[in-house]
């Protein structure tokens, strides 16, 4: 546990996107690192850290008693977003997990937002399925980042309720954006660009595999989708 609290870089990043006063809900909170920070640097009011098992609810409880912010910090139990009221919260972050599992989430919990929220998520990997989530459920894409850690890549996706701006109108462009990121695309960071060379050489490995296999229907159209994806993946870095 850690008296004055420092976050690593991927968390730096998510911090940055909270709004100055907000109330904050963590959720899948970790220790409470992020809501004990953004106390103890005047970022936010006050927070709600969530928490599923009782194990991890437990450890965030003695560190926010180790900064004495029990007064400003609200442990609660609970499955992801169930934890909150509608209305209850101006900022909601989810770090550290899969897309599929911050989209299953976010659907789930969906009738405790009240809409008015921001949400600052951090997927470890399938980043398109949270996109997706956001997209369909009338959620505006602010902003994208993409960052470096101890060799691993993370990307960070902040939204908001209102009218989506970020994405292209047309249709198939509008597929790839969900699955690289539309900001994200655009800007080409380093980061960027190593994560999805090194995904385009994981599926070169992958069709080289499949070409040894036998002639299916099935399998010639596998191969036909993985060939397009490294094409677009190509793409997208130079």
């Given at each position: 546990?850690?008296?004055?609290?420092?976050?690593?870089?991927?968390?730096?990043?998510?911090?940055?996107y909270?709004?100055?006063?907000?109330v904050?809900a963590?959720?899948?909170?970790?220790?409470?690192?992020?809501?004990?920070?953004?106390?103890?640097?005047?970022?936010?009011?006050r927070?709600i850290?969530?928490?599923?098992?009782?194990?991890?609810?437990?450890?965030?409880?003695?560190?926010?008693?180790?900064?004495?912010?029990?007064?400003?910090?609200d442990?609660?139990?609970?499955?992801?977003?169930?934890v909150?009221?509608?209305?209850?919260?101006?900022?909601?972050?989810?770090?550290?997990?899969?897309?599929?599992?911050?989209?299953?989430?976010?659907?789930?919990?969906?009738?405790?937002?009240?809409?008015?929220?921001?949400?600052?998520?951090?997927?470890?990997?399938?980043?398109v399925?949270?996109?997706k989530?956001?997209?369909?459920?009338?959620?505006?894409?602010l902003?994208?980042?993409?960052?470096?850690?101890?060799?691993?890549?993370?990307?960070?996706?902040?939204?908001?309720?209102?009218?989506?701006?970020?994405?292209?109108?047309?249709?198939?462009?509008?597929?790839?954006?969900?699955?690289?990121?539309?900001?994200l695309?655009?800007?080409?960071?380093?980061?960027?660009?190593?994560?999805?060379?090194?995904?385009?050489?994981?599926?070169?490995?992958?069709?080289?595999?499949?070409?040894?296999?036998n002639?299916?229907?099935?399998?010639?159209?596998?191969?036909?989708n993985?060939?397009?994806?490294?094409?677009?993946?190509?793409?997208?870095?130079?």
């Amino acid at each position: 546990m850690q008296t004055n609290v420092i976050l690593d870089q991927r968390l730096q990043k998510v911090v940055s996107y909270i709004p100055q006063g907000a109330v904050l809900a963590d959720i899948g909170s970790d220790h409470a690192f992020v809501p004990c920070y953004c106390l103890q640097q005047n970022l936010i009011e006050r927070a709600i850290a969530g928490e599923v098992n009782v194990g991890p609810m437990e450890a965030a409880q003695g560190q926010v008693a180790l900064v004495q912010l029990e007064d400003k910090i609200d442990v609660r139990l609970g499955s992801g977003l169930t934890v909150l009221t509608p209305g209850e919260v101006t900022a909601v972050t989810i770090a550290g997990m899969g897309g599929t599992l911050i989209a299953s989430i976010l659907e789930e919990g969906k009738n405790h937002l009240s809409g008015e929220e921001r949400l600052i998520l951090q997927p470890n990997v399938d980043a398109v399925d949270v996109r997706k989530w956001l997209l369909a459920n009338g959620y505006a894409l602010l902003s994208e980042a993409i960052v470096k850690e101890n060799e691993k890549i993370y990307e960070i996706l902040v939204a908001e309720k209102g009218e989506e701006s970020l994405y292209s109108d047309d249709s198939e462009q509008r597929d790839w954006e969900l699955y690289f990121g539309p900001q994200l695309t655009r800007e080409k960071a380093p980061a960027f660009i190593e994560k999805w060379q090194t995904e385009q050489q994981k599926r070169q490995y992958i069709l080289e595999q499949m070409q040894r296999g036998n002639d299916s229907d099935v399998l010639q159209e596998k191969m036909a989708n993985i060939e397009r994806l490294i094409e677009k993946m190509k793409e997208v870095t130079n």
